[in-house]
C-alpha cells in the first residue's frame, strides 16, 4: 500500500529518488527499498512525511491492524 502512495506523491512532486533521500538525508539505495516496500525507522518516515507531504504514519497502518486483530483473535 504504502509504497505505490510514496510513488506516486514523488512523480507528482517531480522528484528523483536522489532528490528525496537528499532532502531526508538518507542513501539513495535505501529510499529506493523504502519506495519498494521496506519499512522505514519512525524518524526516516517522518522524514519522508514531511518531504512528500504525506502522513509518515502510513509506513506503519498494516503493522498496526495486525496487532489489533491478533489481540482480539
Not at 510513488?7 to 528523483?16: H, I, N, P, T, V
Not at 533521500?21 to 517522518?46: C, D, F, H, W
Request: with cysteine; aromatic share 8%; proline share 3%.
Amino acid at each position: 500500500m504504502f509504497p505505490e502512495i510514496l510513488k506516486e506523491q514523488r512523480k507528482a512532486l517531480k522528484l528523483s529518488h536522489e532528490q528525496v533521500s537528499n532532502m531526508v538525508g538518507i542513501e539513495r539505495s535505501y529510499y529506493t527499498k523504502i519506495e519498494n516496500g521496506l519499512k522505514p525507522s519512525v524518524k526516516v518516515a517522518q522524514a519522508i512525511g514531511k518531504a512528500l507531504s504525506i502522513d509518515w504514519t502510513i509506513f506503519f497502518i498494516e503493522i498496526c491492524a495486525k496487532n489489533a486483530h491478533s489481540k482480539t483473535a
